[in-house]
Nanobody, 129 residues
């Protein structure tokens, strides 16, 4: 069974940068969508960014376009989210999530993980003003 382990969260001042990592296990032989959601206190979970290993297509939420960059290292089964020009409104718990495209995972015009997808434990990102 696939497992996802996130790392890289922390406290940073507005305008600063952080890089999140998501290491995946047992994942290499199928086409999948993988990326990041976030959830701030009192708000609904929202998609942030994703990448598909089938064609390296990526998607970004409008709120992070131009500031966040998603990338993958297939040899390490790891996906990264480089976050720059961070704002206080980026404060949230960030979750890595993945699903095979054949089982409903989607990363193109939007990002969708079905109920049977795999989720990491989350990592806190706090941006101070």
């Amino acid at each position: 069974e696939v497992q996802l382990v996130e790392s890289g969260g922390g406290l940073v001042q507005a305008g600063g940068s952080l890089r999140l990592s998501c290491a995946a296990s047992a994942f290499t032989t199928v086409d999948y969508a993988i990326g990041w959601f976030r959830q701030a206190p009192g708000k609904e979970r929202e998609g942030v960014s994703c990448i598909s290993n089938k064609d390296d297509s990526t998607w970004y939420a409008d709120s992070v376009k131009g500031r966040f960059t998603i990338s993958s290292d297939n040899a390490k089964n790891t996906v990264y989210l480089q976050m720059s020009s961070l704002k206080p409104e980026d404060t949230a718990v960030y979750y890595c999530a993945a699903a095979p495209l054949s089982k409903g995972g989607y990363c193109m015009v939007g990002y969708y993980i079905p109920s049977g997808g795999t989720w990491g434990q989350g990592t806190q990102v706090t941006v101070s003003s």
